[in-house]
């Protein structure tokens, strides 16, 4: 995703518990999200006083009544794509795969969260320019313009996002027509040019593969056989490692 500026985004700053008058502006462009909406996510953010969720997607600013990770959920399941719950599971069965901050991804895109996932920020780690941290305070500039204060510092940002992508990755080669087993996992994912794309390709963990080609959609899809079999007998089939 390279940096595209928008006139209503750019050189405003949303920090997440104080209604400002960038968040009115936005607020108040913000038409009212669907789900069956297509495009690349870039953020979804708890808006100030719980007055529901700001998303904005394709450079544009919605509004959803839900919190964030519900309005991921009905996002996801509109799209027929991947179930958050059965993530989590595949991520705690997978050590390679973030145990906590669990992202969401699809072939186009992913999105982490920050803190816990019910109503955190959610970010997508290619849609972001630059990251800064003054006085333990870290803000996050998205290729719209947009700036956004995190609860993480700087370090720990980079390594969240790093997973993300990891992730974003090793759903692309376990789904993918083309496989390249002897590459790294930027084969897989294009980081933009960008000052916080050029520290995600630095990080430890995009620079080999952790996981064997396969294992995690093979895992995915035994998550959904478990899902489907305790839905309909109220109970877990015993499964041989």
């Given at each position: ?11 405003k700053?949303l ?19 669907h ?21 904005v ?14 309005v991921?959920e ?23 795969l ?59 940002f ?59 959609m ?24």
């Amino acid at each position: 995703m390279n940096e595209v500026k928008s006139e209503l985004f750019d050189g405003k700053c949303l920090i997440p518990t104080k209604l400002s008058k960038d968040w009115q502006e936005i607020l108040a462009a913000s038409a009212v999200f669907h789900d069956m909406m297509r495009g690349e996510i870039s953020l979804i953010c708890p808006v100030p006083n719980n007055k529901g969720t700001l998303i904005v997607q394709d450079h544009k600013p919605y509004l959803a009544n839900e919190k964030t990770l519900a309005v991921i959920e009905k996002f996801f399941a509109a799209h027929r794509l991947m179930d958050y719950q059965l993530m989590k599971r595949v991520c705690l069965s997978l050590q390679s795969l973030p145990s906590k901050k669990v992202p969401m991804v699809n072939a186009h895109f992913a999105l982490f969260p920050l803190t816990k996932p019910e109503n955190s920020i959610w970010l997508n780690p290619l849609a972001i320019d630059q990251v800064v941290e003054k006085d333990r305070v870290c803000m996050a500039r998205l290729n719209n313009g947009l700036t956004v204060e995190v609860p993480l510092l700087k370090k720990s940002f980079i390594a969240t996002a790093s997973k993300a992508v990891y992730s974003l990755a090793t759903y692309r080669r376990d789904y993918s027509a083309i496989l390249l087993s002897n590459g790294q996992p930027l084969d897989y994912v294009s980081l933009p040019t960008t000052p916080f794309g050029f520290q995600l390709s630095k990080h430890k963990i995009l620079q080999e593969w952790l996981l064997t080609p396969g294992e995690f959609m093979n895992r995915y899809k035994l998550e959904e056989h478990l899902h489907w079999y305790r839905n309909y007998t109220g109970d877990f089939p015993e499964i041989d490692d």
